[in-house]
């Protein structure tokens, strides 16, 4: 039974102390969030923003019998940018994160994901951790602008520590062990173009029906050196697009041309269905979302 | 632990599961009913209130995440009765239609004209895309926030 101050349905009510579902501890520091979660192994979770544990009813998913909130634990909500590096606490809202990066153009693909994603309310709320969380989450903003920026993950638990390759951890994530919190994000500073394209129904508000996110960097000669694109949306994970970068390095970055080889490329997406749309529309909107990045990355 | 909140200035510990949406223990327990529980999903704007200053869609909020905070909600604004400077244009220009969406586009306009007394159309536009009207009266509300913006 955890020892931390649980907020407990059943106190005072004269019932046994059994932790109903929903009890919540409201961590201060680090070592204590990871210690309360350890003691609470399967039964217990971590709560950042809420913007999804809040919708488990809906999903008619039953919640954890305990949460470990982080969205008071300083080290968790800083941001710290370096000359060479920029690490990002597991529970900075998108509307911070956006407001932190706006003056650093090589982020503007970050910038621009964490801004305009849901509606000002949500991202007050929703967290860059909660965000790359969320296994269940196809549409998340931050994750193709995080892979495309090269970024680490740095998971923690109780006497542990250690760093791993985003696209590594979108791999761990839905096994990740009980104890195991997602606790920093680095990201390399590095002199690129980037670029953050999305196509939701509406202009805002909505989940983009398909998200493209980019990077490249270039050499003297005004060719592309290096290219990291990352498709979200789309499919149940959002990843990288290794054949198209491919096909960019070595010429100069040409939107008509990055969108007539992304229509060659589109093939390789299984689009997933969903109520709102089918999954062919997910996929045929890609390349002009690649065309957009693309002048945008220009633009910048 | 129980919680103890406040709300609108008034001291509670309501009896209630520490998850349980901010929107449920207004209504339920404070018989607070101007924040409307219409998406639950964050989606709508319906359910805003103002939690430490700052817009919180308090249907995604746990109550005991509340604990220490001020809650402001729609019914807590108006001062001795004396409407707010928007609320006041909201009346003049006629901008309520059914009314479900009107806490929580009072609470969204309050906090943008604290934060940006000289507010333009797109920074009100900008700020009301959580705030979903089903009777589509935008265009009165804009109205409505530029004409609480001049006279100010």
Redesign the interface.
Known sequence: MPAHPFFDPTEGTGAMNTHSPGSIYVARSLPAALDALNECGSAGAPFAGGTWIMRSPIRNEPHKHHYVAIGKIPELTAIRIDADVVEIGAAVTHAALASALADLPEFDVLATAAGCSANPAIRAMATIGGNLSTSAFAAADCVPALLCLDAEAEVSSRGDQERVGLERFLKIRPTLEPGRLLTRIILPRRDRKTAHARLPLRKSGDYPAAIVSLAVSFDAAARVRAARIAVGSVEPVARRWERLEAALVGRPLDPARAAEVAAELADEFTGRDSVDMPAWYRVSVVPSLVRRAVVAALDA | ???SLTVNSDHLSP???????LVDVLREDFHLTGAKPVC????C?AC?VLVDG????S????A??A?DCEIRTVEGLAVDGTLTPIQAALEACDAVQCGMCFPGMVV?LTHLLTIKPGATRDDIR??L??N?CRCTGYERIVEAALLAVAVR
């Open positions: 632990m129980v919680l009896a209630t599961n520490p998850i349980t949406p639950r999903e964050g989606f704007g805003m700052v817009p919180i869609l249907c995604l909020m746990p005991a995440l604990v969204t900008a700020a895309t959580g979903i």
